[in-house]
C-alpha cells in the first residue's frame, strides 16, 4: 500500500541554489528580442514575390553563357575539325565560333543587366517591398 509519509528530499537540501554559483558559468546575458512586426496580406505578398521572382534569377544570370564560354573557347582551340555529317570542317569551326561570339555577347548582356539591377535583386529590397517602405 501507498504511505501518506512525505518521503522527498528538499530542493534546498540536494541543490545549493546560491545566486552565485547559479551564474559562474555566465558571465553576461544579452538579448536581442526586439523585432517588428509586419502584417500583409497573402494575395499581396505573392503579387510582391511573383514580381521578384525575376530579380532573384538576375543575380545569377551569367552562369550559363560562362560556362558555354569556357567550354567552348578551350574546344574550339584544341579540335581539329573535320567532315561529318555531309558538313564540311571549316563549316563546323565557323559554327564553334559563332556560338563562342553567341554566349560571349550573351555574357557580357547579363553582367550588364546584373549591374543595373543590383540593389532590385537584393534581400533588403525584397524586405522593404513587404514592408510597404519603398513603392
Known amino acids: 500500500m501507498v504511505s501518506d509519509k512525505d518521503t522527498t528530499i528538499p ?7 546560491n545566486a ?17 512586426l509586419i502584417e500583409i496580406t497573402e494575395d499581396k505578398l505573392e503579387n510582391i514575390l511573383l514580381k521578384y521572382l ?25 579540335a581539329t575539325f573535320g567532315d ?8 563546323w569551326e565557323a559554327l564553334f565560333l559563332l556560338v563562342a561570339f553567341g554566349s560571349g555577347l550573351w555574357l557580357i548582356i547579363s553582367i550588364v543587366l546584373i549591374s543595373m539591377n543590383w540593389k532590385e535583386a ?13 513603392d
Open 20 to 36: 552565485d554559483t547559479e551564474n559562474k558559468f555566465v558571465d553576461k546575458k544579452r538579448t536581442n528580442v526586439k523585432s517588428d
Open 122 to 134: 537584393s534581400l533588403d529590397n525584397l524586405i522593404a517591398i513587404v514592408k510597404n517602405a519603398k
Open 11 to 17: 530542493i534546498e537540501a540536494e541543490f545549493d541554489t
Open 54 to 78: 525575376k530579380n532573384i534569377g538576375l543575380r545569377k544570370s551569367f552562369i550559363t553563357p560562362a560556362s558555354l564560354l569556357i567550354t567552348i573557347i578551350p574546344a574550339n582551340l584544341s
Open 84 to 91: 561529318k555529317y555531309g558538313i564540311t570542317g571549316a563549316v
